[in-house]
């Protein structure tokens, strides 16, 4: 069988909202099932998340970082 390289894409997109904002509309299952859509015939119709302390505050503090470091 034949083992094919892996292609990495990076997507990078500017959000004008307020970052508590955009961390809530990230990461609540509610609001990902409205944005999370490839296309117009593709809809999310379920959506879950498991965020604990050490993992996904983390991940928020660097996104603060990061977003605040671009102002």
Do not use: C
């Amino acid at each position: 069988m034949d083992k094919k390289a892996k292609t990495l894409i990076t997507v990078e997109t500017v959000v004008n909202a307020p970052i508590d904002t955009v961390w809530k509309k990230w990461t609540n299952p509610d609001d990902i099932v409205k944005w999370n859509n490839a296309s117009d015939d593709w809809h999310t119709t379920r959506a879950e998340n498991a965020m604990q302390q050490s993992g996904w505050q983390s991940i928020l503090n660097n996104f603060k970082k990061y977003t605040e470091s671009k102002l």
